[in-house]
């Protein structure tokens, strides 16, 4: 099996943190998403990055800052002055390129599944596809995503990506595993016209193949908005780091990461993030992103990314 991870959004909803910062190497607590969803991979499976060549630096640089043994490599999308592949096409080029001849699994650079590959792969037909589903606790969140409905085989018996009215609270991840014996068919499903990975599923699905459904469960965060992203440390923070930062006469409330490093004093931290190095003292901090050696004190801020000498705005606040 050869594992394929499609990383190549611009992140614009999460701008300024991605201006220069390719969304799937933001840091999440102390090393970047991408890195966190490698480690989750079984070394001896290679796996392959695919990238939009505009951003192909910061990933190389990413790349060589990994340690072994874990097989990585880069495929940098094909260039088109008429604007991005898109996912989908971008994947039936890396496929034809690199002359895969194993099963592929596909996952997203910025989607944190709660379940290890093992457990996805229990049970599954290796000549049918398999996709992970998550149900979401609020079925008005669903119109975001590929939205599925699950039969009594546990398979995909309706999708349809990005309903305005959804009908069922089951949703794709991102994560799918395409038999060998589709391969062929990619280039074909890229210029029919399916653009992303959600699409791609309501494609096969229309062909008649038999689609499997694996339920995740546990959290699972698709990281493209500033509250995702926050909310994706909820879990990184331990209880004693809790316990230590109260006592430093700071109030903590909602998914708030503080970096061992970093100095937290006498502040109120409502939904954010403080990176390494970094120093917050008498300040009341919502939504904030404070950068590694960032200093911030005496200040109310909102929905803001702190460095030394800035505070900019997300984008849509």
Not at 236 to 251: A, F, M, P, T
Request: glycine share 8%; net charge negative; aromatic share 6%.
């Amino acid at each position: 099996m050869h594992v394929l991870i499609l990383a190549g959004g611009q992140g614009v909803r999460l701008r300024p943190l991605t201006t220069g910062c390719p969304k799937p190497l933001l840091l999440l607590g102390d090393r970047p998403i991408l890195t966190r969803i490698v480690e989750h991979i079984p070394a001896e499976l290679p796996v392959t990055i695919i990238v939009a060549p505009q951003l192909a630096a910061p990933f190389q640089r990413w790349q060589e800052s990994l340690s072994p043994p874990h097989n990585v490599r880069l495929y940098l999308e094909p260039y088109r002055e008429s604007g991005p592949l898109g996912p989908v096409r971008a994947l039936s080029a890396c496929v034809d390129e690199l002359e895969l001849e194993d099963d592929v699994l596909l996952l997203m650079g910025d989607s944190l599944l709660p379940f290890q590959l093992e457990q996805f792969f229990a049970g599954a037909d290796s000549q049918a596809l398999r996709l992970a589903a998550y149900r979401l606790p609020d079925i008005s969140q669903a119109n975001r995503y590929g939205v599925l409905e699950i039969g009594a085989a546990e398979t995909v018996e309706h999708f349809v990506e990005k309903p305005a009215q959804p009908r069922s609270s089951w949703i794709f991840t991102g994560c799918l595993s395409l038999p060998q014996r589709l391969l062929p068919t990619l280039p074909r499903a890229g210029a029919e016209g399916p653009s992303n990975a959600g699409d791609l599923v309501a494609e096969y699905l229309r062909r008649g193949e038999r689609i499997e459904v694996y339920r995740a469960e546990g959290e699972w965060h698709d990281i493209g908005t500033l509250a995702s992203y926050l909310q994706a440390h909820h879990s990184l923070l331990s209880d004693s780091r809790r316990r230590s930062l109260v006592d430093q006469g700071n109030q903590l409330r909602g998914s708030v990461y503080v970096h061992p490093s970093a100095q937290v004093t006498h502040s109120v931290l409502q939904d954010c993030v403080v990176q390494a190095g970094a120093r917050v003292a008498n300040a009341d901090l919502s939504f904030c992103v404070v950068q590694p050696h960032a200093s911030i004190a005496g200040r109310q801020l909102r929905a803001k990314l702190i460095s030394n000498g800035s505070e900019l705005p997300f984008a849509g606040e």
